[in-house]
């Protein structure tokens, strides 16, 4: 019993933070240097922020955030690594998303 504890405790804690390796400031960093903005600002106007707050924005899980990266940054003509897409993806849940 005491063993089930501790690994649902382990399972719950690595649910706790699904960009933990990802870095906030890079992923800042490489936002803006790939002009990712550039299309969400020609659909949506102003900062281009809001593809990611309408309310029926189409990202709803940590998973699903790593796939839209992904697809976008071939949009973008950027090739991510792994930690790149992590990077990203620890910036845009801090600002937006906040999975837990
Ligand atoms: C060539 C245009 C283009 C570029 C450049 C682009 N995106 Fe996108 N992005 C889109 C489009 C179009 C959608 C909306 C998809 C939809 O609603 O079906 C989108 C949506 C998204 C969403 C999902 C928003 C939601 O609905 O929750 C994320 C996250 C995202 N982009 C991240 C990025 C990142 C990170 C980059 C830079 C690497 C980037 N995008 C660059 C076109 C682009």
Redesign the pocket.
């Known amino acids: 019993m005491k063993k089930f504890l501790f690994l649902l405790l382990v399972s719950s804690v690595a649910q706790a933070a699904p960009f933990e390796t990802g870095n906030f400031d890079a992923g800042k960093k490489?936002?803006e240097q790939?002009?990712?903005?550039?299309?969400?600002i020609e659909?949506k106007g102003g900062d281009g922020s809001e593809?990611?707050t309408?309310p029926d924005?189409?990202?709803r899980s940590a998973p699903q955030?790593i796939k839209?990266?992904n697809?976008?940054?071939g949009?973008?003509?950027?090739n991510?690594s792994t930690q790149d897409e992590q990077n990203?993806g620890a910036y845009?849940n801090k600002l937006y998303?906040k999975f837990p």
């Open positions: 490489l936002f790939s002009h990712c903005n550039r299309c969400h659909m593809i990611f309408r924005h189409k990202v955030l839209q990266i697809f976008c940054g949009n973008a003509g950027v991510l990203l845009l998303y």
